[in-house]
């Protein structure tokens, strides 16, 4: 025979327990930072006109970041090996060493165009190029330099339209 026997949280444990959910949602209503854009200058946009066509030979693709490393006798360049969702690995050299440093990159979904000739750089062969947003701030030759990241949701491979 079996006795069941129920057991009492006292209310101490459920309060704690209630805190911790209060706490948490009032940190997801927080307000994002708001960030002052008033000293950034945004280059023109370009008059020329691409049709459609040209544009749509462009392959983005969403890209997760399995490694990426400094390359050895650069200042500039960070090499990134990817998961394009082909199940081969695409290595994409990126002149960012200056705004990221490696081991902050690994884990995030970046974009790529994945369509471009190869290129050699410090004799490595660079099969693509990561996308990034570039400005200036007013009064200053400093750029600033941030790649493109998306959700963590999104599937390597998942192609951009």
Do not use: W
Request: aromatic letters at 6%.
């Amino acid at each position: 025979m079996y006795h069941f026997v129920p057991t009492m949280k006292s209310l101490g444990d459920v309060n704690k327990k209630n805190d911790v959910k209060n706490q948490a949602a009032e940190e997801m209503k927080a307000e994002p930072e708001k960030i002052d854009f008033s000293n950034v200058k945004i280059e023109p946009l370009f008059e020329e006109e691409v049709d459609f066509d040209t544009f749509s030979k462009s392959d983005f693709r969403a890209v997760k970041v399995k490694e990426c490393v400094a390359v050895p006798k650069s200042k500039k360049l960070l090499q990134f090996t990817l998961d394009d969702g082909t199940g081969t690995d695409r290595t994409i050299l990126s002149g960012i060493h200056a705004y990221y440093e490696p081991e902050e990159l690994v884990g995030k979904t970046l974009i790529a165009i994945t369509n471009l000739p190869p290129r050699k750089m410090m004799g490595i062969e660079s099969c693509g190029m990561l996308l990034s947003a570039v400005n200036n701030l007013k009064d200053s030759e400093d750029e600033e330099l941030h790649l493109i990241m998306v959700d963590n949701h999104i599937p390597a491979g998942a192609k951009l339209y």
